[in-house]
């Protein structure tokens, strides 16, 4: 039996063009080194970012892994490790204790909006509120919005100031924006 390396190399190539295409075309955001799919909800996206493993960890420690994993939609502002570090010493592994529950569901809810609010959805609220837009967190307390330049930044309740790093990563049952500071109720 005689090969055609040429029809071989053609068929592999094309293959590997098709898985390619396909992932590609489904890949929404690259964060913490890990393709984000919109296919994919929340959480089994957030578990394979690099950048977020403090984030993830508290989710789990705070019980919140099967919300996230529901229908939503949610709108979540994802604080990186860094973010998480620039707290004050202790601040986290204080909030991960079991006893500490309600206050850690109480910060990571903060973080969320109820419905699908992407970049454009930001600034056209921001627009329409003359330069600010001020939003019902999941946790109750509100936290307003702004554009500096190109970015948009987020002030929480105690007047600290985050700002949006990686827009519109789109999820199954929401969108993630990536921040660079944690916001506390």
């Known amino acids: 039996m005689k090969f055609n390396r040429s029809a071989l190399a053609a068929t592999c190539l094309a293959a590997a063009l098709g898985f390619s295409a396909t992932a590609s075309a489904e890949m929404t955001k690259m964060v913490g080194g890990a393709a984000m799919y919109p296919s994919k909800n ?3 996206n957030a578990v394979n970012s690099k950048d977020n493993t403090t984030l993830v960890a508290a989710v789990k420690a705070a019980g919140l892994v099967d919300t996230l994993e529901g229908a939503g939609p949610f709108t979540v502002f994802a604080p990186t490790n860094k973010a998480f570090n620039k707290l004050p010493t202790g601040t986290v592994e ?3 204790k079991p006893e500490n529950k309600g206050a ?4 990571l809810t903060y973080h969320v909006l ?6 454009k959805d930001l600034a056209s609220a921001i627009k329409q509120g003359g330069g600010e837009a001020t939003f019902k967190s999941v946790q109750g307390e509100p936290l307003v919005f702004s554009e500096k330049g190109k970015a948009f930044e987020i002030t929480d309740s105690k007047g600290r100031t985050a700002r949006i790093i ?5 999820q199954s049952n929401g969108v993630i924006h990536v921040i660079d500071e944690v916001l506390l109720p």
């Open 42 to 44: 929340i959480i089994q």
């Open 94 to 96: 204080n909030l991960l």
């Open 104 to 107: 850690l569901t109480g910060v």
């Open 114 to 119: 109820p419905g699908h609010i992407t970049g």
């Open 166 to 170: 990686i827009a519109d990563v789109m």
